[in-house]
């Protein structure tokens, strides 16, 4: 059974600090991993997405590599602005399965000016 | 810009009552979803859909029905409210490989 895996639970960085989240899966045969974020009592925005064919996706400041054989993403975070501050959320879709996000329970990110 | 819209962003009921929570999305996606998410759990799944009048459960449907008479709006049914349904709920919906869009959430709260 497929279990996403985010470490650590909570970060906290000064403003202007580059930083990385981890993400973790334990089945490989996975069709897309998604980076999500969520700020305070909002619903979630999607980030990124990366195919299973794909090492990695870029938007702006943010970067998100996948290593499928070793069931591993990392969201890096370019020069961190207090307005990053957020829980940012990985899920992934397992292959086989196209519709359903296997979730993790975020990373509780705050940056302070 | 896909725009999901959650009926109620807050919403107080009763134990015992039906409770209907309503989402509508504007983009003719064919995948909707319906999530509880609570402190320490994360977001849990508890029904989607995949076209008009098709519904599949998610992990969690005990105590839930679901509705999709047309593609843009996905119903979630309480039968019989009970304290333990007190989360957010969240919707989302998505075309297939896409990211899925999500609305602002309903903060569900039975008395």
């Known amino acids: 059974k497929q279990e996403v895996t985010q470490i650590p639970a909570a970060l906290s960085v000064p403003e202007g600090e580059n930083l990385v989240l981890n993400c973790s899966f334990t089945?490989?045969?996975?069709?897309?991993l998604q980076w999500f974020r969520q700020d305070p009592g909002k619903g979630l925005t999607s980030l990124l997405l990366i195919q299973s064919s794909q090492r990695e996706q870029t938007s702006g400041r943010l970067n998100a590599s996948l290593d499928k054989s070793s069931g591993r993403s990392t969201l890096y975070i370019a020069a961190s602005q207090p307005g990053d501050s957020a829980t940012y959320l990985c899920a992934v879709i397992n292959a086989g399965n196209n519709r359903k996000l296997i979730w993790g329970l975020g990373t509780s990110l705050g940056v302070n000016p | 810009d896909v725009k999901v819209t959650q009926s109620s962003r807050y919403l107080v009921k009763r134990t015992g009552e039906k409770v209907f929570l309503e989402c509508v999305q504007d983009?003719?996606?064919?995948?909707m979803f319906w999530y509880r998410q609570d402190p320490g759990l994360g977001l849990r799944l508890i029904y989607f859909?995949?076209?008009?009048?098709?519904?599949e459960k998610g992990d969690i449907p005990e105590g839930y029905s679901v509705s999709r008479e047309k593609k843009e709006r996905f119903s979630l049914i309480l039968e019989s409210a009970s304290t333990n349904q007190t989360s957010m709920y969240l919707c989302a919906s998505t075309r297939s490989n896409q990211p899925q869009h999500f609305g602002d959430g309903t903060r569900l709260s039975i008395l």
């Open positions: 983009m003719d996606h064919e995948n």
């Open positions: 089945d490989s045969a996975i069709y897309n």
């Open positions: 859909s995949y076209d008009v009048k098709m519904k």
